[in-house]
């Protein structure tokens, strides 16, 4: 994982010299929920680091990490995966404060559950997105949806197969810093 890093690192930087015209941007999310009669609790980080190599097109990346527990029969159950989605962002329409894009990627999930196996998904697919600009180097950024392929990607899901997606679980809430 330190290699990964490393490696991702030393890939943005490249990336930033070689084109200095771009915009570096840093972005992320964080989540919190608990269900008391589930008796479940999670919380999730994903913070993501990108480029924007023209007024429509952008390059980025997204490493989370997720975790959950569950209180079953008076056991405890803890969950953790992590996460990495690089991506490709479209912005189809940008006027004033407000624009709206599409993030095109893939994604690779890891899991492991207390007394379980670790379980690897992955995804490709479409998500849909807003930003709101407060000012030139921060934006509120909400994604809404998901149009494309899973295969047991992310934390507690079990999705398998093609579809679109615009459940709650579908719904990540944002900011990001332009530099």
């Given at each position: 994982?330190?290699?990964?890093?490393v490696?991702?690192?030393i890939a943005?930087?490249?990336v930033?010299?070689?084109?200095?015209?771009?915009?570096?941007?840093?972005?992320?999310?964080?989540?919190f929920?608990?269900d008391?009669d589930?008796?479940?609790?999670?919380?999730?980080?994903v913070p993501?680091i990108?480029?924007?190599?023209?007024s429509r097109?952008a390059?980025?990346?997204?490493?989370g990490?997720?975790?959950?527990?569950?209180?079953?029969?008076?056991v405890?159950?803890?969950?953790n995966?992590f996460?990495?989605?690089?991506?490709?962002?479209?912005t189809?329409?940008s006027?004033?404060?407000f624009?709206?894009?599409?993030?095109?990627?893939v994604?690779?999930s890891?899991?492991?559950a207390?007394?379980?196996?670790?379980?690897n998904g992955?995804?490709?697919g479409?998500?849909?997105?807003i930003?709101?600009?407060?000012s030139?180097?921060?934006?509120?950024?909400a994604k809404?949806?998901?149009?494309?392929?899973?295969?047991?990607y992310g934390l507690?899901?079990?999705?398998n197969g093609f579809g679109l997606?615009?459940?709650?679980?579908?719904?990540?809430?944002?900011?990001q810093c332009?530099?």
């Amino acid at each position: 994982m330190k290699k990964l890093f490393v490696m991702l690192a030393i890939a943005a930087g490249t990336v930033f010299s070689a084109n200095a015209q771009s915009t570096g941007y840093v972005s992320g999310t964080l989540g919190f929920w608990r269900d008391n009669d589930a008796k479940t609790t999670q919380f999730s980080i994903v913070p993501e680091i990108g480029f924007n190599l023209s007024s429509r097109w952008a390059l980025g990346v997204q490493i989370g990490y997720v975790y959950e527990q569950q209180k079953v029969a008076d056991v405890k159950i803890k969950d953790n995966g992590f996460i990495i989605a690089p991506y490709a962002r479209y912005t189809l329409f940008s006027q004033g404060l407000f624009s709206m894009f599409l993030d095109g990627g893939v994604g690779y999930s890891t899991t492991k559950a207390d007394g379980a196996e670790r379980q690897n998904g992955w995804e490709i697919g479409i998500k849909p997105g807003i930003m709101f600009n407060l000012s030139d180097n921060f934006s509120l950024v909400a994604k809404y949806g998901f149009l494309g392929y899973r295969d047991t990607y992310g934390l507690g899901r079990s999705f398998n197969g093609f579809g679109l997606g615009f459940t709650s679980e579908e719904l990540s809430l944002g900011f990001q810093c332009r530099f």
